[in-house]
């Protein structure tokens, strides 16, 4: 970034939208931490907005698409994708979770691309699943992710946590075959050996890609050689089209901030975001069910958390309100005698409370589908409304919420303007800064992680800090 040059005026390099909050804040961590001015916004700025923030050279809008019906995308992402077209930036990135986890008929990322197609991305759409830096590897069109339980690495529709999703298992590793199931759209993949190749022979490759016919690419990545690579051909690629619209993982932000460090245009000096002050006591929500999440609860209340078990069930319910009641008494008298708290709907994938909580839809006449897809959606909401109360209640700067769909939801009932990165806690899931003028979110730090992001300590590092050597 040049210093000679007016904030206001610099171009965005690059736009995104996130299917659900914790993805989001994890593209976002990546640009910041390459020493781009970048925030996450809830609903998609206008370049006047952003003009008045100072400029910025990359933005996203964070949204829950991922827990959505293809009906409900249909009605939603439109306007969304011509909003973030408008920005005038040459890439735009439709941010899904990097183990790519959906659906048909529950986060189709299927139907995004049917939906792109017919609004904004007039040539084929390059989809990147791998992500090196989380563990996450593309090979041959199969998805390969390292699981947090035990540190292996899993083909994703073997993974101990993905293959067993409540909402969302995973049971295809095969991308194209995976993604094929949620559109009719033609799909081909870009495989490893075409970035065994020299750059020529690559271009030529990804040309004939191009021109094959197909209406989204599957893009390959095992190393960051791959994923630079990758970059590379997403800049090529936007340079000739004048627009290009790409589905994937961190793994675009990975590739083209690798790719202009090698071009040299990224900023000189970047802030270190590896000191975090320790906090007297916070707030942990944690809507997940993985196993990853139960050991994470467990570490927490081991090192001194007041646990407080939520009874799912009783939180949709008609007199849920008594409930939550209950629920932020005892997390603001805690907060206020100085301790941490955890709140969990489920320690675990055999947890009774989430399968009682979804068999009162069921029982009401809800399909299995429906009641998760309605049943998880509620349940954040609800979590979203006893957050709220708590933050309006007791001074509190830090919360965590864990938990993809949950931390939507839970984001969205809080309603900040935008949030910025503020510290490094976990790769894929920063500690972020609120930015807003409603007292009780004013400067209150916020960290969104997935069920399956961070070690075992990852709430308790949230509540004590941490201070290690510059990674930048």
């Given amino acids: 970034m040049s210093n ?28 910041a931490f390459a020493g781009l001015r970048c925030a996450l916004f809830l609903k998609p700025p206008s370049n006047a907005q952003l003009a008045q923030l100072g400029g910025f050279d990359a933005i996203g809008v964070a949204g829950d698409s991922r827990g959505m019906s293809p009906a409900e995308m249909a009605e939603s992402l439109p306007q969304v994708f011509r909003a973030l077209r408008d920005l005038d930036t040459p890439i735009l990135h439709y941010k899904v979770c990097s183990t790519f986890d959906s659906g048909p008929t529950i986060g189709s990322i299927g139907k995004v691309m049917e939906i792109a197609r017919d609004s904004i991305a007039s040539g084929p759409i390059p989809i990147i699943a791998g992500t090196p830096a989380l563990k996450r590897y593309c090979a041959f069109g199969n998805l390969f992710a390292r699981s947090g339980t035990d540190g292996q690495i899993y083909r994703i529709d073997r993974h101990p946590i993905m293959s067993a999703h409540p909402v969302t298992p995973m049971s295809e590793g095969d991308l194209v075959r995976h993604l094929g199931m949620q559109t009719t759209l033609p799909l081909t993949g870009f495989f490893v050996p075409n970035f065994e190749q020299d750059r020529p022979q690559l271009d030529l490759a990804w040309s004939e890609s191009l021109d094959s016919g197909h209406a989204g690419i599957v893009l390959d990545s095992c190393s960051a050689h791959h994923l630079t690579e990758v970059g590379r051909l997403l800049e090529r690629y936007a340079d000739s089209a004048g627009r290009v619209f790409s589905i994937g993982s961190s793994g675009v932000e990975y590739a083209l901030t690798q790719w202009w460090r090698e071009l040299g245009t990224l900023p000189e000096a970047v802030r270190s975001y590896d000191h975090i002050e320790p906090a007297k006591q916070i707030l942990a929500m944690s809507g997940s069910a993985s196993p990853l999440s139960a050991a994470q609860i467990d ?44 709140m969990h709907t489920a320690r675990g994938p055999q947890d009774p409370r989430i399968a009682s909580m979804l068999g009162s839809f069921i029982s009401q006449g809800a399909s299995p589908d429906d009641a998760r897809h309605l049943g998880g959606r509620l349940l954040g909401q609800r979590l979203g409304a006893i957050a709220q109360a708590v933050l309006e209640t007791a001074c509190l700067g830090r919360l965590v919420l864990s938990g993809g769909d949950t931390s939507s939801q839970v984001t969205q009932v809080l309603g900040p303007d935008a949030l910025e990165i503020d510290g490094r806690l976990a790769p894929g899931a920063p500690l972020c800064r609120v930015i807003s003028e409603k007292p009780h979110l004013r400067n209150l730090q916020l960290a969104l992680k997935g069920g399956q992001m961070g070690d075992e300590n990852f709430f308790v590092i949230a509540r004590d800090g941490v201070s290690r050597k510059s990674l930048a």
Avoid: C, M
């Fill in 4 to 31: 000679k040059q007016p904030l206001q005026h610099i171009k965005l390099r690059l736009a995104y939208y996130g299917d659900d909050f914790t993805g989001s804040t994890d593209a976002l961590e990546v640009l």
């Fill in 299 to 342: 570490t927490a209340i081991e090192a001194g958390f007041e646990g407080i078990a939520i009874d799912a069930k009783a939180l949709v319910a008609d007199g849920w309100k008594d409930a939550a009641d209950e629920i932020v008494d005892r997390t603001v008298n805690y907060i206020r005698e100085g301790r941490s708290v955890v």
